[in-house]
């Protein structure tokens, strides 16, 4: 089964799916390792994380399609890429969908916002027309070689233009084709309620970002809540790289003190993987194993 079908066999089925992002090859094996069905990327963890820049769309689809090929070539569970607006328009995502499908994710996600992406927090929901996006859907789906491969259609809709209009869009997007809807900028559990009534027996996904929160409820209520509402997935695109970039805060400040005057107490080893660890998140028996197999007759 391709990793396309594989995702899709769990947006059909009645497990609740839950899809942390990844965005190195330690994320990777460690989401896989850890049990997860799938995983994701976000295109702002990206450019954060490759380039050092915030999600203003500077990520080209080539370094987008590149770091995704390694993430997904990694692990075996379907691996979904951030492909932002399709990097311009119908045209641009007919090909942007065929080079992350070559490139073995299992689907993307697609956006209605305006590009290039302002990063000014009162112009960054803009979106384009619906007929716009529409156009882009149709492209999306046939543009796929295998139909399995998922197109998540997400809009920002209610941050632009309100609920009456996400709604009217999400239910245009089912029509062109729309495999998952990922509605964005949500205030409230009622806004999540009206998505998936829009969305139909369209699976709904909800993105959790690190700070996420729409009432007072705990991470784990919330996602109660959502579940009960008939969200069938969420993702965790930031959560990951979060923890990442505050373990590598806290060893920073522990490699520091080494470079000090006081130099008697124990360096707090217990929070650092082993060596053991690490080579086993890249599989180094294996690669010892296969180069015993290929080498054993081979003369030095």
């Known amino acids: 089964m391709s990793k396309a079908a594989q995702l899709r066999s769990l947006l059909s089925g009645t497990d609740f799916i839950v899809a942390p992002g990844v965005h190195d090859a330690y994320s990777a094996r460690i989401i896989e390792a850890a049990g997860f ?6 295109g702002a963890v990206l450019s954060q994380s490759l380039l050092g820049l915030p999600d203003l769309g500077i990520l080209s689809l080539t370094e987008n399609v590149d770091h995704c090929r390694r993430l ?3 692990i075996k569970i379907p691996v979904t890429a951030d492909a932002d607006a399709g990097y311009g328009n119908p045209n641009n995502v007919y090909h942007t969908i ?6 073995g994710l299992a689907g993307v996600n697609l956006e209605d916002q305006v590009v290039p992406r302002r990063w000014d927090a009162k112009i960054r ?25 998922v197109i998540i259609v997400r809009t920002d809709a209610h941050t632009a233009l309100g609920q009456t209009q996400m709604v009217e869009r999400i239910k245009s997007y089912v029509a062109a084709g729309a495999d998952v809807i990922l509605p964005m900028g949500l205030h409230s559990m009622d806004d999540v309620g009206y ?5 139909g027996d369209v699976p709904v996904s909800i993105s959790i970002g690190a700070y996420w929160r729409l009432d ?8 109660a809540k959502l579940r009960s509402l008939g969200v069938r997935r969420i993702t965790l695109p930031q959560m990951l790289a979060a923890a990442s970039v505050k373990a590598m805060a806290n060893a920073a400040i522990d490699m520091r003190l080494l470079s000090g005057n006081d130099l008697t107490g124990d360096f707090p080893s217990g929070m650092y993987a082993s060596a053991g660890e690490l080579m086993e998140l890249v599989d180094a028996d294996g ?5 015993n197999h290929l080498m054993h007759q081979v003369a030095r």
Request: charged fraction near 30%.
């Open 195 to 199: 998505a998936v009534d829009a969305a």
């Open 98 to 103: 065929r080079s992350f499908e070559e490139a």
């Open 37 to 42: 069905a799938s995983a994701c990327t976000s």
């Open 72 to 74: 997904a070539r990694l």
């Open 216 to 223: 007072d409820s705990s991470l784990t209520e919330s996602v």
């Open 287 to 291: 690669a010892v194993s296969l180069e």
């Open 125 to 149: 929901g803009e979106v384009v027309s619906v007929a716009e996006m529409v156009r882009k859907v149709e492209a999306a789906c046939a543009a796929r070689k295998d139909a399995d491969f």
